[in-house]
C-alpha cells in the first residue's frame, strides 16, 4: 500500500464547509442560494470519486496537517473504509440537496437558509468522520455533526421540535463522552489512537479488563447515533424534522456515522483477532439482534408513516452492527468475511432505500398533507410513481430479491449461518417477515383501499412541466401553500420533478445495487475492507 500525500481528502471535507458562507450571504435569493449548494455538493462528489480508483489499486491519499494534541497528528486518510462512507454521502447530498428545494419551497418552509448552510455543515462534518485517521479526528468530526445537524432537528421551531431538538443533544453528547472516555483509555493503554488495518498491536497485550471497559465506552457512544437500544429514542422524536432532516439523519450521515464509528472500532482499533479474544464480538451481536427484532415490532405499531420508517430504521441499523460484529466474535476466517460483506454492504443498500422511502413519505405530505397510514386509502392511484418507488424500497427492506436489501442480507445470512450462529439467522429471517408485516399495509393501503367515503385529501393539477412562481386556484386560494413551484402534470399533477426524480433516482439505485452489485463501487470497496480484516482473499 502506497500513501500518498494530496490535499484532496482536506479539500472533499472542506468544500461544502466553505460554501457555508455564501449560502448565508444569498439570504434573499433563493436561486443564488441553491446554486452554491449544488455547485459545493458536485465539487465534494468530484473530490471523493477521484480518490476511489487508488483505493482500488490498494493506494491512499493523505492529508497531514500537524500535531492536533500532543502525540495525536491531525491527518485525513482516504482509505476504502472512510471512501464507502464519503461516496455514499458526497453522492446522496446531491439527489437530497435536489429534493430539499422542491420540499423547502413546496411547503414555504421559514429559515430555508439556515437550513441549506446547516445542511452543507453536516455533510462535511460526516466527510470528516469519514476520513479521520484516528480515535482523536473522529472525535472531533463526531461532535461537529452533532452540532451542524442540531439546526436541522429544531428547524421547525415548535415546542415539540425544540423538546427533540435537546434530546438529540443529550443523547449525541452523552455519547461523545462516552467515544472520549474510551478514546483517552485506548491511549493511556497503548500510545497511540491511530487507525490501524487489524488493529493497535499493543492492545493485545494491555490488561484485557481495560480493554474490555475502553470497547464497551467506544461503542457506546457510537451506538447512540447508531440507534441500538436501549440508545434510540431519540431518533423517532426527530422526526419533527423536514422530511430531507429525516433522509439526512437516518440515510446519508448521521446515523451511519454511528456504524462507521463502530465499524473503526472493530477492524482497525482492536482488530476482530482481538475482539473475538476479548469475547465481546458476541455480546455486541446480542444486542444487535435484540434491536432489529425489538425494533421491528415496535414499527408494527406506528400509524404516522415516518415514526414507522424511524423504527424501521433503528432495524436496519442493526443489521449492519450484527454483520460487524459477528465477524469480531467468530474471528478471521470466510465466515467473518461474509457476516463482514454483508454489514458493510448495507450501509449503502440501506440508504438507497430509506431515502427513497422518507423521500416518498415526504412528497405525501407536501402533496397531501397526508402523515398517517391510516389516511391513506388509494393514495397511490394518485400518486402511482411516489407509491410505486415506495413499494420496490420496502420490498428491498424486507429482502426481497432484485432490490438492494437482498444482496446484503444474503452475504449477512451466509455469515451468521457458516459461524455456526443459528440464533442470529433466526433473527435476521424474524426481522425479514416483520419488514414485510410493517410494510404491506403501507403498499396494501396505498393501492389496493379505496378512498370513497373519505374526505379528499388536496390533490393540484397543473400543465405538463412547470415553472416558477404558484396559480391562484378557482375558488381564490393559492396553490395549497407551494407558492414556489407549480404542480406539474407528467403522471396526473403528481409531483414536481424536483422532487418526483430523486425519489426515481434513489429507488433506480436500490435496484442497480440488487441486479448487479459486483458492477457498483461499493461492494468492491467492501470486499477491499473486508479481505484486510480478516486476511482472506477471494
Not at 435537546?166 to 474510551?182: E, I, N, P, S
Not at 375558488?475 to 407558492?483: A, L, N, T
Not at 448487479?516 to 463501487?521: E, H, I, K, N, R
Request: hydrophobic share 55%.
Amino acid at each position: 500500500m502506497t500513501e500518498i500525500t494530496s490535499l484532496r481528502p482536506l479539500a472533499a471535507v472542506l468544500v461544502s464547509a466553505v460554501a457555508v458562507a455564501p449560502i448565508l450571504a444569498s439570504n434573499g435569493r433563493p436561486n443564488v442560494r441553491e446554486a452554491w449548494t449544488m455547485l459545493a455538493a458536485l465539487a465534494k462528489f468530484g473530490l471523493v470519486a477521484s480518490m476511489v480508483p487508488a483505493a482500488l489499486a490498494g493506494d491512499v491519499y493523505v492529508t497531514e496537517l500537524g500535531q492536533l494534541v500532543p502525540y495525536v497528528e491531525f491527518t485525513l486518510r482516504a482509505d476504502s473504509l472512510g471512501l464507502l462512507f464519503a461516496l455514499l454521502a458526497s453522492t446522496l447530498w446531491i439527489v437530497t440537496s435536489f429534493y430539499s428545494m422542491g420540499y423547502m419551497r413546496g411547503l414555504d418552509e421559514d429559515h430555508q437558509t439556515r437550513y441549506f448552510a446547516a445542511f452543507a455543515g453536516s455533510v462535511s462534518s460526516a466527510v470528516g468522520v469519514a476520513f479521520a485517521s484516528n480515535l482523536v479526528v473522529l472525535y472531533v468530526f463526531y461532535e461537529l455533526l452533532t452540532v451542524a445537524t442540531y439546526p436541522l432537528v429544531a428547524h421547525d421551531g415548535t415546542d415539540e421540535a425544540r423538546a427533540a431538538g435537546r434530546k438529540y443533544l443529550a443523547y449525541t453528547f452523552g455519547g461523545g463522552v462516552a467515544v472520549l472516555a474510551g478514546t483517552l483509555l485506548v491511549f493511556h493503554l497503548t500510545g497511540t489512537t491511530a487507525f490501524t488495518t487489524g488493529g493497535i498491536s499493543p492492545l493485545a497485550n494491555a490488561d484485557p479488563t481495560l480493554a474490555r471497559a475502553a470497547f464497551a465506552l467506544l461503542v457506546t457512544g457510537f451506538g447512540v447515533k447508531a440507534a441500538l437500544m436501549p440508545l434510540h429514542s431519540w431518533l423517532p422524536d426527530a422526526m419533527v424534522a423536514p422530511t430531507p432532516v429525516s433522509g439526512l439523519l437516518h440515510a446519508v450521515a448521521v446515523v451511519k456515522s454511528g456504524v462507521f464509528g463502530i465499524a473503526r472500532v472493530l477492524l482497525d482499533v482492536f482488530g476482530i483477532d482481538l475482539v473475538a479474544e476479548l469475547g465481546v464480538g458476541g455480546v455486541l451481536a446480542a444486542v444487535a439482534a435484540f434491536t432489529l427484532v425489538v425494533a421491528s415490532v415496535i414499527a408494527l405499531r406506528q400509524d404516522h408513516l415516518k415514526r414507522r420508517l424511524a423504527f424501521s430504521t433503528i432495524s436496519q441499523l442493526s443489521y449492519i452492527v450484527l454483520g460487524i460484529a459477528v465477524a469480531g466474535a467468530v474471528g478471521p476466517g470466510e465466515a467473518a468475511k461474509w457476516a463482514l460483506i454483508g454489514g458493510l454492504l448495507h450501509i449503502p443498500a440501506h440508504a438507497f432505500m430509506k431515502l427513497t422511502l422518507f423521500f416518498c413519505a415526504g412528497a405525501v405530505h407536501v402533496e397531501t398533507h397526508v402523515d398517517y397510514i391510516s389516511e391513506m386509502a388509494g393514495i397511490g392511484k394518485r400518486m402511482p410513481l411516489t407509491m410505486g418507488a415506495f413499494a420496490v424500497a420496502a420490498a428491498g427492506m424486507a429482502g426481497i430479491p432484485l432490490i438492494a436489501g437482498f444482496v446484503s442480507k444474503y452475504f449477512l445470512l451466509i455469515g451468521t449461518v457458516s459461524s455456526g450462529n443459528l440464533v442470529f439467522t433466526g433473527a435476521l429471517l424474524l426481522s425479514g417477515i416483520l419488514n414485510i408485516a410493517y410494510f404491506w399495509p403501507v403498499v396494501y393501503t396505498a393501492f389496493f383501499e379505496s378512498a370513497e367515503g373519505s374526505d379528499e385529501k388536496p390533490l393540484v393539477s397543473g400543465p405538463l412541466g412547470g415553472r416558477f412562481g404558484g396559480e391562484a386556484r378557482a375558488d381564490g386560494g393559492h396553490d395549497h401553500g407551494h407558492g414556489a413551484f407549480e404542480r406539474r402534470a407528467p403522471n396526473g399533477a403528481e409531483s414536481t420533478w424536483f422532487i418526483l426524480g430523486p425519489i426515481l433516482f434513489a429507488a433506480a439505485g436500490s435496484v442497480v445495487l440488487g441486479v448487479v452489485p459486483d458492477t457498483a463501487v461499493f461492494l468492491q470497496l467492501v470486499r477491499d475492507v473486508a479481505d484486510a480484516a480478516v486476511g482472506v482473499v477471494a
